[in-house]
């Protein structure tokens, strides 16, 4: 039995300004769901737990349990709220462009008081360097332990401060501030890659590449190129199982595109990660070896 993975329709901006000037805000936040890669569920947890941390006041025994089933709503049945807190949360966590939600700039108030009131989800953090790069730590040292959708979430928070923090950083400190969020990208790409999401990896790789290669992080871009060959050999074997060599070739070859990229960075990287690489490039390589000469030449490798 053949499978496919599903494919979704890419809507303009001129299309996503269309749906909006509609008020079809729910065929928006649909669009932008499948962008994420994120199921109904995933999205609903992620909702949850934004809002226990940005409404606690409003939130009690009697408010329904947010499920895939109200994120589907939502979606098909344009029932997207429209309290400005709660939408505000829900672009913040997909990504979505304000004026695309109807909602206006990040200063707008929530409610009558004097003094405005700005939901800390709508503002970056100032990064503190230190505490980033300790628990960017725990999270590496945590390979084999399942990640909760807070750390998921937690990530993609880390990653939009160190974007948004970067730009206004000099010298070394941008330095080790794009340092940290290629790193951040890199784990948030390992993290989809044990959940076979290859495309969202493979994207998230792709942004540390162009970090790494533009500031010339020369480690750094030849482990997210490692990466990123791992990502293509895995998903290309996936491919194979399900739909034959032919079918997984490509994958394959970026494979050994990105791992023979990274070699030729050995001259910048440590002993280890060289290894790392050619080990990499060995199995790349045997992937798409069809005879005895070519299988030999990847165990040389």
Avoid at 132 to 139: H, S
Avoid at 142 to 150: D, K
Wanted: glycine letters at 2%; aromatic letters at 10%.
């Amino acid at each position: 039995m053949s499978h496919k993975r599903k494919t979704h329709s890419t809507l303009t901006i001129d299309d996503q300004i269309q749906l909006a000037q509609a008020g079809n805000y729910g065929s928006i936040m649909h669009y932008y769901r499948l962008q994420t890669g994120w199921k109904a569920w995933e999205l609903a947890l992620l909702y949850s737990e934004a809002l226990r941390e940005e409404t606690p006041d409003e939130l009690n025994e009697n408010m329904p349990l947010i499920t895939a089933s109200w994120i589907y709503m939502m979606e098909n049945q344009n029932m997207v709220p429209t309290d400005k807190k709660r939408r505000w949360i829900l672009a913040r966590l997909l990504d979505i462009p304000p004026f695309l939600f109807c909602l206006p700039a990040l200063k707008e108030t929530f409610d009558t008081r004097e003094e405005p009131v700005i939901s800390t989800i709508f503002t970056w953090e100032t990064v503190d360097i230190v505490e980033y790069r300790n628990t960017l730590e725990i999270y590496c040292n945590s390979y084999f332990i399942n990640p909760t959708h807070y750390v998921l979430y937690d990530i993609k928070r880390r990653i939009i401060n160190l974007q948004n923090e970067v730009h206004y950083k000099r010298s070394q400190e941008k330095k080790e501030m794009l340092r940290l969020l290629c790193k951040y990208q890199i784990e948030a790409a390992r993290i989809a890659l044990n959940q076979q999401c290859f495309d969202k990896a493979i994207d998230l790789l792709s942004k540390a590449i162009t970090i790494a290669k533009s500031n010339k992080l020369y480690d750094i871009w030849a482990y997210a190129l490692r990466q990123r060959g791992t990502a293509y050999e895995e998903r290309g074997e996936v491919t194979e199982g399900l739909n034959g060599f032919a079918a997984a070739q490509q994958d394959f070859n970026l494979a050994i595109s990105n791992l023979d990229a990274a070699r030729k960075l050995e001259l910048y990287i440590s002993p280890l990660q060289k290894g790392l690489v050619l080990q990499a490039a060995g199995t790349a390589y045997a992937c798409v070896a069809r005879d005895e000469k070519e299988h030999k030449e990847a165990l040389k490798q």
